[in-house]
């Protein structure tokens, strides 16, 4: 059974930095696609960040490329985000999410996702 566990979500100041964890199970990290994804209030879901099976390289939205980090540990079977110099737009709910088919497949028959984890940016 494929799980996915994030954690790590809290209130920030702008400016300032979180890590969200993502425990997963039932899958290997390092052999699919994953990625961190976030819906807020009035808008769809953003993809923040993926990286496909065992590639070095990740994509990240605009917004966020230069701010937040996407790695995997492979030893643990977790994935990570590190948010850095957060803004008030930031604020969401943050979920991981595995796709089984790629990062850029059209296809999401095989997408899984667990329980977000709430990210609130302000002062």
């Known amino acids: 059974e494929v799980q996915l566990q994030a954690s790590g979500g809290g209130l920030v100041q702008p400016g300032g930095s979180l890590r969200l964890s993502c425990e997963a199970s039932g899958f290997a990290v390092e052999k699919y696609a994953v990625g961190w994804f976030r819906q807020a209030p009035g808008k769809d879901d953003e993809k923040v960040a993926c990286i496909n099976e065992e590639d070095d390289n990740a994509a990240y939205a605009r917004s966020v490329k230069g701010r937040f980090t996407i790695s995997r540990d492979k030893t643990k079977n977790t994935l990570y985000l590190q948010m850095n110099s957060m803004r008030p737009e930031d604020t969401g709910l943050y979920y991981c999410?595995?796709?089984?088919?790629?990062?850029?497949?059209?296809?999401?028959?095989?997408?899984?996702w667990g329980p977000g984890t709430q990210v609130t940016v302000s002062s």
């Open positions: 999410q595995t796709r089984l088919l790629g990062c850029n497949s059209p296809s999401h028959e095989y997408d899984y």
